[in-house]
């Protein structure tokens, strides 16, 4: 065994999976895990904990992981983490925990994901079940959303005693893990089910197809429904488009419609109902994670995909992960280009694109270099599918029918980091909804600072 | 689960429902809709409210069998269920926010085509129920095909019926019954309120824009979510773009793009017509949904 190097993960191979929707990585097993584990210095001043926004106690779990006790390794991540099976799959960890590990500097990082990803997986096979509290303690809490910020901020409510109801307004809970992030990357009905079942099983209420701002206000839910406090976890889901000619043309979709419509509406099988098109020629504009994804997904229908992308390799945002993952099963990229038209053909339908290339110029006040066209550099690309992923912010719903509760001018709620705390009295929000799409792992968070934001307020009350 | 009360057959086609919804029967307005889904493997549908009944909380729908989808829902009894209903969606017809005193010195034109009659019922209704009487012209291909006729006299002030074939009422387009109500009778309207197929919406705007009446037209694009998530139903007004689901139904039909409107309306034609030929003929026929759809078809 090579020190320096991680021990590999098993995945499935680019060629097979590129026609698949299952999942790429097939995880460490228990010899593989406690082998990983080994690599671990134990640092007496661990820097990888400071790097997971959460504070999961890493070299902790990673000693009983090469101790072989998963159990105890269970106990410790879940002393900071309600989605370790989620976070472990999903996270930037290059950037976060793992950027930070001092095993990185000289040779690769301990692949903490991946440890973190065996426990929960070994957790969910030998049947590791939390336990509802004996009391509650008679407090209603309403929770708004379901996805990482609304579970979590849930589970730690009602752990502590409180009644908790969800409200979500798809037919499934989940959110993002659900609707946006693929099956191939994340399975929703083993891992995810899985974590919603263990959130229900605290004792949390979920009522699906309740659209608040809609269906019952906030208002409504304090003064009506006898609820002591609210924490608002509706991320944000309102895609963006470019504004360029042809946008609207058949054939051009928000990321957000055709992930919705294959992950959450499983149009890919066809034992269901809900129809995607495919598409033979896609291109996918944008380099986030949810540009990966739609790509992928595409890749997986059987199209040839190219990801058009205004900036370098090097400023893609999508977790490098993913972007290999993209590469291998044959993504191609167009990188430092940028559509200016969508062709459309006298039916309607997306018939190529106009594109121009760019370069990046100086950096700007941010450090970041901004890219700017070559002139006389355009060209068209034949295609009869376009994706726009250009990223999302909050939605409207609940702020525009909440009194009192501020935004600001990005769309998103207003509340104080430390505990969630909005400009309305016992309203407290996190996740995307406040700091616009971010991370799993920084809603998960937030969730956790609302529940104690809640915590303390109803105790003081 | 949400059970269905009773269900019928209004006509060859037409179906309507009462389903128990309490939290969206306490809460919607005239204009909004609901989502159904049928069951785990069904698609999201989104269809008007056509009347509701706060103290039972129950919601009545309307719908025409044009896809799979709806054929499936078609075959649904009293006592059966959807597995998901959501609601209420979209924004309530403006007038409901206008000040009575207002809305009652304003002459209202209501045009419905088709199962466009469901969702027209409702506002004509609530504007009854406030003291406001309306004109309402109500369009079918024909006798058969003519829905809530009883429904709509009991609320209408005066009720014009057309049928494209003359087999009832008036023969001919209810553009020309429009015509016939401005410029042969002298009636003035302040606001017309259009729902049926885009087609209709479409001609009737072209001639109240002649008319010099402002015309408010609720659109049914393709919707996945309905809740502004999307983008799928998303619709060109007055050069913007506008997501239906959140910023309507209902527009300023003098500033719709239709004939956008109506080429994003056929996106999945040829997707929901072959899986209503995978349910009728079941496995016999192998449409690959998903793959191999080129898109220009
Ligand atoms: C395709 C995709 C891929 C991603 N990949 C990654 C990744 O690899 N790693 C990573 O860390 N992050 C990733 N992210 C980002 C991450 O998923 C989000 O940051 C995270 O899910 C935010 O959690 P949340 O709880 O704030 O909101 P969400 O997960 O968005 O959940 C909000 C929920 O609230 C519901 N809701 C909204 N409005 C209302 C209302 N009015 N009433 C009731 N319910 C409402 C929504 O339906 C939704 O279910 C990805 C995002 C997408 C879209
Ligand atoms: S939660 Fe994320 S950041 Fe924290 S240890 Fe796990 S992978 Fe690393
Ligand atoms: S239906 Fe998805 S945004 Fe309107």
């Given amino acids: ?461 | 689960m949400y059970r269905i009360l009773n269900a019928k057959e209004l006509t060859s086609n037409i179906y309507l429902m009462d389903v128990e919804a309490p939290r969206i029967a306490k809460s919607c307005l005239p204009g909004q809709f609901i989502i159904a889904k049928l069951d785990e493997v069904g698609e999201r549908i989104p269809l008007t409210i056509c009347d509701y009944n706060r103290e039972a909380g129950t919601i009545t729908i309307v719908f025409q069998v044009i896809g799979a989808s709806t054929e499936k829902m078609s075959a649904l009894k009293e006592g059966d269920s959807f597995r998901d209903f959501t609601g209420p969606l979209g924004m309530a017809s403006e007038f409901v926010n206008e000040d009575i005193s207002v809305l009652k010195n304003k002459k209202i034109l209501f045009v419905a085509g088709g199962v466009g009659t469901a969702p027209v019922y409702p506002q004509v209704k609530w504007l009854r129920e406030n003291g406001v009487s309306c004109d309402v012209i109500v369009g079918a291909k024909n006798k058969e095909l003519l829905i809530l006729e009883n429904e709509m006299k009991a609320v209408a002030g005066n009720l014009y019926i057309t049928t494209d074939d003359g087999s009832y009422g008036f023969k001919g387009m209810v553009t020309e019954q429009i015509k016939e109500l401005v410029n042969n009778q002298g009636n003035k309207y302040d606001v017309c309120i259009a729902i049926g197929p885009m087609i209709m919406m479409k001609f009737v705007c072209l001639l109240t824009k002649e008319l010099g009446i402002k015309t408010i037209v609720s659109l049914n694009p393709v919707m996945v979510d309905g809740t502004g998530m999307c983008g799928a139903c998303r619709v060109s007004v007055g050069g913007e773009i506008k997501f239906a689901c959140v910023d309507g139904p209902e527009f300023d039909g003098h500033l719709v793009d239709f004939d956008e409107a109506m080429k994003r309306q056929q996106m999945y034609k040829s997707e929901e017509g072959r899986a209503l030929l995978r349910l009728r003929e079941g496995d016999t026929h192998k449409g690959h949904k998903g793959k191999g759809c080129g898109g220009n078809n």
């Fill in chain 1, 1 to 461: 065994m090579d020190v320096l190097k991680k021990v590999p993960v098993r995945e499935q191979d680019a060629k097979v999976r590129a026609t698949n929707f299952d999942e790429v990585c097939l995880g460490y097993n228990m010899e593989e895990a406690m082998e990983e584990a080994s690599r671990c210095l134990k640092c007496n001043n661990a820097q990888c904990v400071k790097g997971c926004p959460v504070g999961i106690n890493i070299p902790e779990f990673v000693n009983k992981v090469q101790a072989g006790d998963i159990k105890a390794a269970a106990d410790v991540i879940a002393e900071a983490s309600a989605l370790p099976a989620v976070c472990g799959r999903v996270c930037p960890q290059e950037s976060q925990c793992e950027g930070k590990c001092i095993r990185g500097i000289k040779g690769e990082a301990i692949s903490i994901g991946k440890l973190e990803r065996f426990v929960a997986d070994w957790s969910r096979e030998n049947g590791v079940v939390p336990e509802k509290p004996a009391n509650t303690n008679g407090k209603k809490v309403a929770v708004i959303g379901s996805g990482p910020a609304g579970l979590t901020c849930a589970g730690d409510l009602a752990k502590l005693g409180y009644e908790v109801t969800i409200f979500e307004a798809l037919h499934k809970a989940g959110g993002v893990l659900v609707y946006g992030i693929p099956e191939f990357r994340l399975p929703k009905d083993t891992v995810v089910q899985h974590e919603i079942e263990n959130v229900k099983k605290l004792g949390v209420k979920i009522e699906t197809n309740v659209v608040v701002g809609k269906s019952v206000t906030i208002d409504e839910l304090l003064e009506e429904e006898g609820f002591d406090a609210i924490f608002v976890g509706s991320g944000a889901g309102l895609p963006r488009f470019m504004g360029i000619p042809g946008e609207n043309a058949n054939g051009v979709f928000s990321a957000n419609e055709y992930l919705t419509r294959n992950n959450l509406m499983k149009a890919f099988r066809e034992d269901y109902d809900t129809p995607i098109i495919g598409g033979k020629k896609v291109a996918v504009v944008g380099g986030g994670n949810v540009a990966m994804d739609a790509a992928r997904t595409a890749l997986r229908l059987g199209a040839e995909v190219h990801i058009i992308y205004r900036r370098s390799e090097e400023e893609l945002p999508a977790r490098v992960e993913e972007v290999h993952h993209a590469k291998e099963e044959g993504v191609i990229f167009d990188l430092l280009t940028n559509p200016t038209e969508i062709i459309v053909d006298e039916n309607g339908w997306v018939k190529g694109m106009k594109l121009i290339k760019m370069e990046l110029g100086e950096p700007d006040a941010s450090g970041r270099r901004s890219p700017v066209e070559i002139p006389d550099s355009e060209y068209e690309l034949e295609l009869d599918t376009v994706i726009m992923s250009l990223g999302t912010s909050p939605n409207p719903l609940i702020s525009s029918t909440t009194k009192g509760l501020e935004i600001n001018k990005r769309k998103c709620i207003v509340a104080e980091e430390v505990n969630g705390k909005t400009t309305k009295e016992g309203v407290y929000a996190g996740g995307d909804a406040v700091t616009g799409a971010a991370t799993v792992i920084l809603a998960m968070e937030a969730g956790k600072k609302g529940a104690k934001g809640i915590h303390e307020y109803l105790s003081s009350k």
